[in-house]
DNA sequence: TTGTACGCGTTATCAA
DNA sequence: TTGATAACGCGTACAA
């Protein structure tokens, strides 16, 4: 290490390598068919000869295109750690395939939600020709700013009433509907709800959870509604919570896989049998899902489909252009968590 | 979207706001004591007010800094998606963390390992100040050589003799050794070894398995040595692989978790019980270990730690500082998957 | 088909 | 304590 740190090749000194303009080494190395196809090809070879690479950062600076999207996760608690939740690794990973397919960087930041307006200024950080929030979580009101303000922002997360950016996100409360309704279905009479029903998007699993309730001709109660954040701590802790509570219940759905297992394991420390003395049902449909013990019912969200979308937005909004916001379908994996 | 989109304030705006040189203003918002207290604050003030950033892509250029460190994971496979790795995902997390303590960005390159020398390239294009490469894979050579070269890059896996670049990884050889003793100790008396012993970490835990076998007086069956890459699907390739063989085994030590977990489903899908029949102990300990089924007996890895460590370690590089290589401690967590 | 000249927005050097 | 001026390395009108 420390070692002999070749002097940097700049595009000059490959034009004077070359006997040339930088002007046309410039062109040259864009293949601009302006410049002569012998020359083009000569300025290549030279380049790749001389182990030559654009300074990336002069050239954003003269073009005002960095070649980067920011990837922003806002983490809603300081405790979190919502890297290890499988639905935000597995959307990070489709998000890093779709980009680099396109040729860009990922620029990751996982800002502190409510530090002051870090997301907002994370946002405005010029940085990056265009970003992309995991997540509205409780920022709706500082994205939609930047929105409209210019800034190109797009988001996973729900679709809001006037919301000046453009979402893809799962149809949470047709997922909501499904896993309810599978389960009411299958004979269960008392669900519980566990998940923070402040994030737009779990509301509106809820709403789809009540729903159901309604078209079954029943009514949910509401001391069985659990808030419970998407780490796993918080989980374990909701979970707890409502396996020691007095209020009887045989069906659960979940906001997130992590959730659902959670419960799972709370219910076993309780002596309760899965699926057997209560049917559960989560989200996502992570990897972790098949593997659960028992594997999990869950709604299944199009990450891979979606992360594609997102980045077709985020592009396009880099150039100025406004985008729709997208609601994916869901679908209903029955596993052995909710049936016998 | 596509709204007002505010011009965009330049140094030199505020500068002529405030009634300064943009000298002066440049030394203000960087809190320069050369400039009087009470100009600072003005100046501090004022930026806050019209919302004032400074262009991050004009002052790496002429500073020479960027204030990002790049990490990159080479793909062995193609259709390998490593990053839905609980490893990776978790080290990615704590790297992000460590990397925003201390006020850098992290960019996210996911690499085609052999496409060519993009990994090399990919060092090279000084985007950022220094690169951490997590998992060294078939890539030693390509890295060594652009550390031989001057690239300021770090790597999270296995030190290996004369390498030119600072490591930071397990000590897989123990976590090896560990794992098999365990087995061995409890009576298992045909151990199964599950992963690809041609990455350089997975070969050092291979050794620690032989070195196990050694010190307890018996012998390894080769036979029983099936390489399994980190993939899921091909960690459930390899298991059924090994499963169907006719060679008998009543222990099995995996070189991840993940292929833990799926030589437990192989063999439940065989009608064998583990940990009865067979004893499984994974490693990295990863936050799904604890909720498999059985609970998985692991080698646990310190990410954590492992990613502050390489942050500093990159930090010093992008200085031009040297760096020693650093092998970290493992421990063995008995859970369920091993012992009755 | 190639070259000249300027500017992108900042920091560093030197002078005041 | 502040300001003028020159880079940093590249892209692009414009000229040749």
């Known amino acids: 290490m420390g070692h002999p740190r070749t002097p940097v090749l700049t ?11 930088t002007s046309t080494v410039s062109r040259a190395l864009e293949n601009n068919p302006l410049i ?6 000569r300025v290549q070879a030279l380049a790749r000869e001389h182990n030559y690479a654009i300074n990336p950062v002069a050239r954003s600076l003269r073009s005002r295109k960095t070649g980067t999207i920011a990837v922003v996760v806002p983490l809603v608690h300081e405790a979190d750690q919502p890297l290890s939740d499988p639905f935000f690794m597995g959307m990070l990973g489709h998000l890093a395939d779709a980009l680099s397919e396109r040729g860009y960087d990922l620029l990751l930041s996982k800002v502190p939600v409510h530090a002051d307006d870090w997301v907002a200024r994370t946002i405005r950080n010029r940085r990056a020709d265009a970003v992309i929030v995991i997540g509205q979580s409780f920022e709706h009101d500082a994205i939609d700013a930047a929105a409209r303000d210019g800034v190109p ?25 499904l896993a309810a309704a599978h389960l009411l279905a299958n004979g269960r009479k008392r669900l519980a709800f566990l998940g923070n029903i402040e994030l737009p998007e779990v509301a509106q699993r809820f709403d789809g959870f009540v729903r159901a309730h309604v078209e079954h001709g029943t009514e949910h ?9 998407f780490g796993r701590e918080d989980a374990q802790r909701a979970s707890r ?4 509570g007095e209020v009887r219940f045989d069906g659960v759905v979940a906001a997130s896989d992590i959730i659902a297992a959670s419960i799972i ?16 049902v989560g989200f996502d449909d992570a990897p972790l899902a098949a593997f659960n013990a028992p594997p999990l019912t869950t709604i299944r969200q199009r990450l891979e489909e979606g992360a594609k979308l997102l980045v077709n937005l985020a592009l396009a909004a880099s150039r100025g252009e406004a985008g729709e916001p997208i609601e994916m379908p869901v679908d209903l994996i029955v596993r052995g968590s909710s049936v016998q």
Chains 1, 2 share one sequence.
Do not use: C, F
């Open 153 to 177: 922002v797009v988001a996973w997360g729900a679709m809001l009433p006037g919301q000046h950016y453009a979402t893809v996100g799962s149809d949470n409360r047709e997922g909501g509907r």
């Open 11 to 21: 595009m000059s000194d490959l034009a004077a390598i070359a006997g040339l303009s």
């Open 265 to 280: 394991r709370a219910l076993a420390e309780k002596g309760l049998n899965v699926p057997r003395d209560v049917g559960v």
């Open 36 to 41: 002569a196809l012998a020359t083009r090809e």
């Open 241 to 244: 919570e409502l396996v020691q």
């Open 221 to 229: 109660d509401s001391s069985l509604v659990v808030p419970a954040h």
